[in-house]
């Protein structure tokens, strides 16, 4: 039977047939992988994730965790489930061999996670935020801390999070006012609030590792304003003794839950750093670490930002695709209605995958979702070759790239998976609106994603007002001359499906051009904040055009091995590519329009001139 | 202090500045109504809309509607509600006076439920489907009829449903399968299942009338395929004597509640039929009286069509309302992060609403609302010029204009007063996906509109099948010649705004222009299912189409009063409608390019090609 969850096939396409990851094991860095290893190690994350997370996700969604004001419980059946995501040895899926760990390609790593978050984002959020925090110690932690906080982690024994938001201060780090006083032996006393902490408390693991930005008084005991005077500190629940043991619980209590639309599995806490109600130690003041230098705090976490992003972008894009394939399956087996020309009304009703309109929103679904895992799986192969690409032009080529693609593939998935969700409730009519069927509560956990690690709106701030711009838009180029790669290798096409092809290529290098022309139009215009205005719309034109050239060259593939190999699969990819093509890579005119004539209606409009 | 649930100036500005409707009062219909009546009415309306409905929404969607296998609950709370609003005469505000109405317009009646809708859409669905259902029985019932079922609903003593949908047949209707048999005595006994039944069982009326599509069995026993058996029936929970006393228990029973993403104020069951679990008179089968003849039900039902779908439509538009208007409010009380040139960390944050992107979000609120409720009210006034008009070729042009525009009133505002509902979820941050606020209640109730009274795929059949095509085009022609005249009238504009409102008008003439040639390209294809393959996108279209003429209308009035009365509404409205026109308009280009094209892409697709 099929996966609901993942297609196996679109995944070995990817890695194997475009993404050619197979030849990241000529590397050293992966020189004892193989194929087979990299195959073994998805089946492993296939099989966990359909039976230990997939039969859970509902009842995560139906119970939500609870908290009796002193602690937090959340259902019996997760904890099971985590554990043997720990014991098959995920958590350090990523990491060196000698830290315990497999060694696996980003590439690689995010293709076995990526069903996890398919079977159950809830669930799955406990250990992918615990690989961010670890992955963060890795790089920036002391080899104590490293030893005291990241090995527990690796063997599941303490879960991590990120402690950024404080109720004031959600966007805008620069005003968070948690306090961390040093202290005489080095270490610091932490006191605030701390807001959307995602397995901010829980029951499941032994011990928590909260990383928390917080600021450092100075000689008058003022914190600074801005984010210069932000450092990063390791905050754990209960501290953790020289021997490795647990010790004392630490002054952090959480205040509430906060209770959500969707993404319930996940608890989702409000904070309280040195409020007293622990004294560890014999006094208040949640006992932290520093990690790394004083006033480092904020470019040691936006170190990560990238792949934690990437990490969200693969969340919305797996949402989207168990909803596209849920319902798939019911199209294939819902009877309702005829078909023109065929309306008879004594014979029987077919199955609903036969009415255009029905296969067009599984066409736009395929379309989102295939295209956003494609960008998804493609940025954490640049993250692969930013770290061990044998030529140094490639590997600054990747990191490049991977500035310039990080907010399409955080937003891009975060937006249009969301419409692949809706689409799925279209799909399964009243049905789909009911909690009987999945959709719903894809929809309702998809909704999160352009709101969390940077909004939609900074996501686009990002793109437009740095990274275009980037190292005199040396990023950008890096894109365009890819594209510019597959264009020409699509206008050499031949044999079944060229034409179609030639004609995608058409589309996205007319794309490109009116990309780069609204680029030169705004570029010298006296009033930056009037062109950031209108970021939004730059980056859904730019989004559409990162995905129209994915779709191209997932097209090329499909195409090539069609004239070998016909078969359904690399049909199914055309088509998706010639609806993303057709249907989507005409709306980027409308969006750049507003873009290229620097339009003020937002900017000129006055809050009294709202509804009075 | 300003209403969260709808704007009384906007009410205001669309009644009487721009729709005119005092001027019904010319009409004899209306002629003991004033603007102070249709004031008074409207007042009476918000007071209880706030004071009673709004306080209760949030609990109807904690609480659930129940079912213990025998009887179904509703919250305690809701009674009294919808008592108030049955007290205040309001389920007979469209009925004439001799039936104790209020004898309204359709256009003033709906102004006046649009408070409601904004307020709780799940408990004002109980009225509103017991004023359809007391519509039909009005036209189509007969006189005996009309006493012993609707003079109860009119008091608020008995509640209607409407009984179309079952399991196995939903936009299908040929395929129902619920019997009648006609029984000696002229009465009918039914026997079936009917799904989707939206209060089809509560604890809040002292009976249930239902109405019911069945289909009456031949002479050998076999139900006719098609639409063309299908019959409507009266049946009552509970039998009503001839005394209008309640009598039997009658034998329709819930077979259980569908659990839904939202909605969830309104119960939704599904009601078997017939099975035997009462036996009124003696034996099974559900006691059924027929409305109108033999054969007639779906005309019968679709006779009322115009006004449910406008209903819907309507709804949706209240709930994108309401929820422009909680994420304002938010938006001017919520400080955070500061405006480009004025980054100093050391100077107090803005309030959100100062940041060009948050004001996009809210002007493409205020948009999309405003110019859904626009477009609702409109043809609620299309509704009474059929109905009342003195002119008759007026009151043919008003329907002509109401049947080509109710697929647009209906799913323009659930599609994108989703998406309204999606961007205040936005503006609110991390808080709108809390339960702690009202916005992201207000997008699960939503996503059912795109689903319930004829999905959005089949008013896309309705339109690019039927409507623009019907009576040679006469429809469109009509929507035609008023959408020029508001272009001519536009170039003639002077004063502040005028240049902006010709460019408005340019844009309308450039997507009317498109239009035209687009249906023009298809008119003649040799296959009309590859046509109508792509209905989706055509509507998509037309519906900004529409909504770019009806924001034309509604700027043409504000300009011309902002001469003599520079107030900063007005210049809301302007700012409004060129955030339509300039950011919206544009997108028209791209949907219709796959409808001119006769694009294949869905069509061609194939089962098996889908992800193997």
Aim: one cysteine or more.
């Amino acid at each position: 039977m099929q996966s609901l969850i993942l297609s196996r096939r679109d995944l070995e396409f990817n890695l194997y047939e475009w993404l050619q990851v197979q030849q990241l094991t000529e590397r050293e860095r992966y020189s004892e992988h193989s194929r087979e290893t990299f195959d073994a190690a998805m089946e492993t994350c296939a099989n966990i994730a359909s039976e230990e997370f997939y039969p859970i996700n509902r009842l995560l969604d139906d119970q939500e965790p609870r908290f009796d004001g002193e602690n937090v419980s959340t259902p019996a059946e997760l904890k099971p489930v985590l554990k043997a995501f720990c014991q098959a040895g995920l958590i350090a899926a990523g990491q060196p061999f000698e830290m315990g760990g497999m060694q696996l390609p980003c590439v690689v790593e995010k293709a076995c996670f990526a069903w996890f978050n398919g079977a159950s984002v809830g669930a799955a959020s406990y250990p992918f935020l615990t690989i961010g925090n670890a992955n963060l110690l890795m790089a920036h932690g002391s080899a104590e801390q490293i030893k005291r906080y990241v090995e527990p982690m690796m063997s599941g024994r303490f879960f991590g999070t990120m402690c950024l938001s404080e109720p004031q201060a959600g966007s805008s780090l620069s005003d968070i006012r948690t306090r961390a006083v040093r202290q005489a032996d080095g270490r610091y006393r932490l006191f605030g609030n701390k807001m959307w902490i995602s397995g901010g408390d829980q029951d499941l693991s032994e011990n928590i590792v909260h990383l928390v930005l917080a600021k450092v008084p100075d000689a008058n005991g003022e914190l600074i304003p801005g984010v210069k005077g932000i450092s990063l500190f390791i905050v754990p629940k209960v501290l953790v003794n020289a021997d490795a043991g647990l010790g004392a619980r630490n002054d952090v209590v959480v205040a509430g839950l906060n209770h959500k639309m969707g993404y319930r599995g996940t608890t989702n806490c409000l904070l309280n750093f040195g409020e007293g109600k622990f004294r560890p130690e014999g006094e208040a003041g949640a006992i932290g670490e520093l990690v790394g230098e004083e006033g480092q705090g904020l470019s040691a976490m936006f170190h990560m930002m990238n792949e934690a992003r990437i990490g969200v972008g693969l969340g919305a894009t797996m949402l989207g695709y168990t909803g596209y394939l849920h319902a798939l399956d019911y199209a294939r087996h819902r009877p309702q209605g005829r078909l023109p020309g065929g309306k008879d009304p004594s014979t029987p009703q077919v199955p609903i995958i036969r009415h255009a309109d029905v296969k067009r929103m599984l066409l736009a679904q395929k379309a989102y979702v295939e295209g956003a895992l494609g960008l998804n799986l493609f940025c954490a192969n640049l993250v692969d070759d930013h770290a061990t690409h044998p030529e140094e032009s490639r590997r600054d080529e990747a990191w490049l790239m991977l500035e310039l693609l990080t907010p399409i593939a955080k937003s891009w998935p975060s937006q249009w998976c969301q419409e692949a969700n809706s689409l799925a409730i279209q799909v399964h009519g009243g049905y789909g609106y009911t909690r009987d069927y999945r959709v719903e509560q894809f929809y309702r956990d998809q909704r999160l994603n352009p709101i969390h690690e940077g909004t939609h709106g900074i996501q686009a701030l990002d793109l437009l007002g740095r990274k275009v711009q980037m190292q005199r838009g040396a990023a950008l180029q890096a894109l365009i001359a890819r594209m510019t790669d597959s264009i020409a290798r699509a206008n050499a096409a031949q044999g079944e499906g060229a034409s179609q092809i030639r004609a995608h290529a058409l589309a996205v290098q007319h794309g490109q051009k009116q990309v780069l022309l609204t680029l030169q139009e705004v570029r010298a215009h006296p009033q930056p904040e009037l062109v950031l205005a209108n970021a939004a719309p730059f980056l859904e034109a730019f989004g559409h055009l990162v995905l129209g050239w994915i779709w191209l060259e997932q097209a090329l593939v499909a195409q090539a091995r069609l004239a070998h190999d016909p078969n359904d699969f690399y049909r199914g990819k055309l088509q998706a590519a010639q609806y993303f093509a057709r249907w989507e890579l005409p709306k980027i005119d409308a969006w750049l329009a507003v873009v290229a004539q620097v339009d003020d209606t937002t900017s000129v409009m006055q809050d009294g001139w709202f509804s009075a």
